[in-house]
């Protein structure tokens, strides 16, 4: 089952952006995950389905105009006991000749292509805490999947996998 305008659940996108064996990752000045590695994105805003959100916030921090993004599943977050959120996360694949040259310093902080091997390799604390556990999943599997952690003092302490059934328009 689809989900209609304003049925959707969580407020940020996040978007990876794939050439070959490497993401286009934003190093953020800012919090949330200030210092770290991550793929870009942002908040909707009102009456935004998540690939418009995740289409505009690609737009709006690399200045690349993404033709289509696919949904890959949902990472959310309860954060001890009391906050939770969540964000759909969606792939998109840039042409072989496409250029983009980093590092290229913007508001939000400095983007730059890291190799996938990079970004997963063991004990990369340059990279969210959340990355490794759900990227695997989002860049080699044909099913989407709620990613869940759970976390405690600014760790996460629980980490679960459950098949998402519903489609994201």
């Known amino acids: 089952m689809g989900m209609g305008g304003g049925m959707y659940m969580y407020n940020y996108t996040l978007c990876l952006i794939r050439q070959n064996h490497r993401l ?13 590695w991550n793929g870009v994105g942002g908040k909707r ?14 737009f709006e921090e690399t200045g690349i105009e993404l033709k289509d ?4 599943g949902i990472v959310t977050w309860e954060v001890d006991g009391t906050f939770s959120g969540g964000m759909y996360v969606f ?4 042409p072989q000749d496409y250029v983009y040259v980093t590092p290229r310093k913007i508001n939000e902080g400095i983007l730059d292509w890291k190799s996938i091997d990079w970004i997963l390799s063991d004990d990369n604390f340059g990279v969210g805490e959340m990355i490794p556990l759900f990227l695997p999943k989002v860049l080699n599997s044909n099913e989407c999947y709620e990613h869940k ?6 760790k996460i302490t629980n980490y679960t996998l459950t098949p998402v059934h519903h489609v994201i328009d």
């Open 24 to 36: 286009l990752m934003l190093n953020r000045d800012f919090a949330p995950t200030k210092g770290l």
């Open 149 to 154: 952690c759970t976390i405690s003092n600014k």
């Open 69 to 72: 993004a696919i949904f890959k």
């Open 91 to 94: 792939l998109s694949e840039l």
């Open 45 to 58: 805003e009102d009456n935004e389905t998540p690939l418009e959100c995740a289409l505009r916030e690609a």
